[in-house]
Nanobody, 121 residues
């Protein structure tokens, strides 16, 4: 399984970005796809997740109401629409997929390379 994340960039506070994560290879329909982020000097934190089968979504408190995760099963692609961005959203964003708990990095087996998001004030 390979994951390719894209869509990061520089945006002003209040702006929007849409991240994409294209998956290739054999992925179990029971897996969940998640987005994590890691700011400099900080741990990798959960942002949002979606189940390939059923489409159930989960969000961190920091993302709830501003970010929307969605999937296109035909394209094996997951999106993270980020609105009302804040400087504290600045981080490298990683997509991942796996069969464990959606909330913890250890629950994911496969990781993308990360895409950098910078939100200026």
């Amino acid at each position: 399984v390979q994951l390719q994340a894209s869509g990061g960039g520089l945006v002003q506070a209040g702006g929007s970005l849409r991240l994409s994560c294209a998956a290739s290879g054999r992925i179990s329909p029971w897996y969940v796809m998640g987005w994590f982020r890691q700011a400099p000097g900080k741990e990798r934190d959960f942002v949002a997740a979606i189940r390939w089968l059923g489409g159930n979504t989960y969000y961190a408190d920091s993302a709830e109401g501003r970010f929307t995760i969605s999937r296109d099963n035909a394209k094996n692609t997951v999106y993270l629409q980020m609105n009302s961005l804040k400087p504290e959203d600045t981080a490298v964003y990683y997509c991942a997929t796996g069969g464990g708990s959606y909330l913890y990095a250890g629950g994911y087996e496969f990781w993308g390379q990360g895409t950098e998001v910078t939100v200026s004030s």
